[in-house]
């Protein structure tokens, strides 16, 4: 029988060759089997609706050929199976503003799914943050749209270090989600290529394989169908040579979507496989079309499968171990963003003989949404139980929102209060409707082998997750808070959630408030490390946070159709002369940052920035230095600033670092859709450096 299985080192032309031979000696069904999923339904049902308990076969694979095949699993926070490290969403990471610790994840990422048979994952997600109450937000990094691309790309590119294929999702314009399914986004081509598409393109442009279309329509068409996007821009213009998967069911409507350029249906063929095969035969889709798919599916598996690993073997031992958990606890350290402080924080372990922590979510495993994304751990370190740790049982005391009375008469015998409040999986996160496992609400719609497949959940009892009506915290957490801040003592208010969270009416009463996010398995020990000084927080905010939610975007997430316009965000807000709350980039520290000597050159095809930064104070702490550039904006409408570079620092004590920074000529160009190219406008450009997007220093060079 002939085999053409990998062969560690293969060269491109070997592969290139075991290709054609491969496709020369497959039969069209053959051909077509690899571009979709297998067997998914029928484990799904066998594990009782859990999701990732096996790996999923998502493409690829003919067992007569000895031909390999896609092996996927999930999780934006670690990997979707076993008991997998848990690491803080993909929000709270992006407020770090730390590619490098995010490669270093992506690399544990890669080693732990490896452990537990996967070999393609899909945990590279970031749709940008169009607005805050999108239910996904904290499987994303932001709202910025370059901010988005160098988390991505450093992600991604850490997935594949172990030889494991990252795929970005979902493409694109997926930044709703309850009416994900369904809705029709409408957007020009100035938006879509500035805004909503540059994340994507930096990422594939770092190496990132594959990519995942998303449910939603863009334009009239869904974008797993779509041509434009995923043949005329994704391989005409970008020149993508990877391969393109649908979203988990219902991701693709008619065989034409092979055409259009996806590659492979997952999870089944419910549109692909035998209709496909009959369009093919019928004389509807080219046969040259599955070739093409086949070969960028082929072409991409035998590429990873032929690598060298860097380690000699991967046992389950490396899932979850020491060293993995170290560096969950470092990215929830460097994640937390401190809001507000009025000299409360850090606090003082030796003045501190009762700390009153309250709050429900103070006691719950609360590591982010239960849908695809979702992680088990082997355990959480809960903030009760990170604080309980610090100062001992007999210092704590405790309370919640079921009873404010008896919370408020705990805390009044306190020296300081730690009031932790925000989200669940419940309020925010993947849409899971009720009963049904798969996520489709409508059940109308769901096709027959779809609605074979649902496993009812005797734990799901409700709809769970979606886009939030609100972006405030419940009444009865903002009772307790006010009920703590009636006591006169210290207050620190903690906010959990995905994104914003707005303060108004109670952000004055309280002495700090420091934002989290879902914070992973050891977000307890990283918070009480946190509170009490041992590492200065220094995560900036990654999205806006106003002080009237009208201030954002429109945003309804039962729509059918909506407009995604050019500005959202922080560009918003400056667009209109608004004052947010706290605007992007907004964080601070225990130490103060001085920025000075800002130079600025000019070479022949980058933007060269220089500026020292001095730790004024007596402790060591990390610093995100932000680099923002404003546009001539004559020629065309541009944002009044837009994020062009940053860079982490550790800056000691007293010490001064200096910082460079390069911004690539092509990351100021503007789309021209009367020529569907890219220009830069010549004139005068403002430059602004600092530690955050309000309190800057300026500079300015002509193009």
């Known amino acids: 029988m002939t085999s053409f299985a990998p062969q560690t080192g293969m060269t491109p032309a070997a592969i290139a060759t075991t290709v054609d031979a491969v496709l020369a000696e497959a039969t069209l069904s053959e051909k077509i089997g690899m571009m979709s999923g297998k067997g998914f339904f029928k484990q799904y049902a066998e594990d009782g ?30 990997v979707a199976r076993g008991n997998s490290t848990c690491f803080p969403c993909s929000m709270a990471r992006g407020a770090s503003f730390d590619p490098d610790l995010e490669h270093r994840i992506g690399q544990i990422v890669s080693v732990e799914a490896r452990a537990q048979g996967c070999n393609l994952s899909g945990a ?10 999108w239910g996904r937000a904290q499987e994303t990094y932001g709202e910025d749209q370059f901010h988005l691309g160098v988390m991505g790309a450093a992600f991604g590119t850490g997935i594949q270090t172990h030889n494991v294929i990252a795929t970005v999702k979902h493409f694109a314009l997926n930044s709703m989600e309850n009416a994900r399914f369904t809705v029709d986004v409408q957007i020009d081509e100035r938006t879509l290529h500035e805004v909503y598409l540059p994340h994507f393109r930096f990422a594939l442009d770092a190496g990132v394989a594959s990519v995942m279309s998303a449910y939603n329509k863009m334009n009239g068409e869904y974008c797993g169908q779509h041509r434009e996007l995923l043949t005329d821009i994704l391989r005409g213009e970008w020149g993508f040579e990877g391969f393109v998967h649908s979203d988990w069911v219902m991701g693709v409507y008619k065989p034409y979507g092979a055409s259009a350029g996806l590659d492979i249906e997952n999870p089944e063929p419910l549109v692909f496989g035998q209709k496909l095969e009959k369009a093919v035969e019928d004389g509807h889709v080219e046969p040259q079309v599955i070739d093409t798919a086949c070969r960028r599916i082929l072409t991409t598996l035998y590429r990873f499968a032929a690598a060298e690993d860097p380690l000699p073997e991967y046992p389950i031992a490396l899932v979850a171990s020491p060293d993995h958990i170290a560096v969950a606890l470092e990215a929830a350290e460097k994640s937390a963003v401190l809001l507000t ?48 740790r610090r100062l001992g049982s007999d210092a704590i005391v405790t309370g919640d929102e079921d009873d404010v009375d008896a919370a408020k008469a705990a805390a009044s015998a306190a020296d300081a209060i730690i009031v932790v409040v925000g989200n669940t999986a419940e309020d925010e996160g993947e849409y899971i409707p009720g009963d049904i496992a798969l996520g489709q609400a ?21 709809a769970i997750g979606g886009d939030r009506d609100s972006l405030a915290l419940r009444p009865d957490q903002i009772a307790l808070i006010e009920a703590a801040a009636s006591t006169g003592k210290p207050v620190v208010v903690v906010i959990v959630s995905g994104s914003a969270i707005t303060v108004e009416g ?7 408030i420091i934002q989290t996010f879902y914070a992973g398995m050891e977000g307890g020990t990283a918070l009480a490390n946190l509170l009490f000084g041992d590492v200065s927080p220094s995560g900036k905010l990654p999205f806006t946070v106003a002080r009237d939610e009208s201030d954002y975007p429109f945003f309804d997430k039962t729509a059918t159709e909506i407009e995604y316009g050019y500005y959202h965000g922080y560009a918003l807000m400056d667009k209109k002369a608004l004052s ?18 800002l130079k600025v050159r000019v070479a022949t095809d980058s933007v060269e920035i220089s500026v020292a930064v001095r730790n004024d104070s007596g402790i060591a702490a990390d610093e995100v230095v932000q680099c923002y550039i404003g546009f001539p904006g004559v020629v065309a409408d541009r944002p009044v600033k837009l994020l062009k570079a940053f860079q982490r620092v550790s800056v000691a004590a007293g010490a001064t670092e200096i910082v460079n920074m390069i911004v690539p000529l092509g990351q100021l160009a503007w789309r021209n859709p009367a020529t569907h190219g890219w220009e830069i406008e010549t004139g005068p450009h403002k430059l602004w450096v600092g530690g955050n997007s309000t309190d800057l220093i300026e500079s300015s060079f002509a193009l």
């Open 580 to 597: 947010p709350r706290f605007l992007f980039g907004h964080g601070l520290s225990y130490a103060d940052f001085t920025y000075r000597a």
């Open 506 to 512: 109670w952000h004055d009463k309280v002495g700090a």
């Open 49 to 78: 609706g859990l999701w990732g308990a096996r790996p999923y076969r998502a493409g690829g694979g003919i067992e007569r050929l000895s031909v390999p095949a896609l092996w996927f699993t999930d999780g934006p926070r670690g």
């Open 341 to 388: 402080n009025n000299a409360v924080l850090p606090l003082d372990d030796g003045a501190i003989k009762t700390l009153a922590v309250l709050g429900k979510l103070a006691t719950l495993q609360n590591t982010g949404d239960n849908g695809s994304s979702r992680v088990r751990p082997p355990y959480v370190v809960t903030a009760l139980e990170g604080l309980t």
């Open 124 to 133: 590279v997600c970031f749709n940008l943050l169009r607005h805050p109450a």
């Open 442 to 462: 409508d059940t109308a719609s769901i096709p027959d082998e779809v609605k074979a497949a649902r496993v009812e959940r005797p734990d799901r009892p409700i």
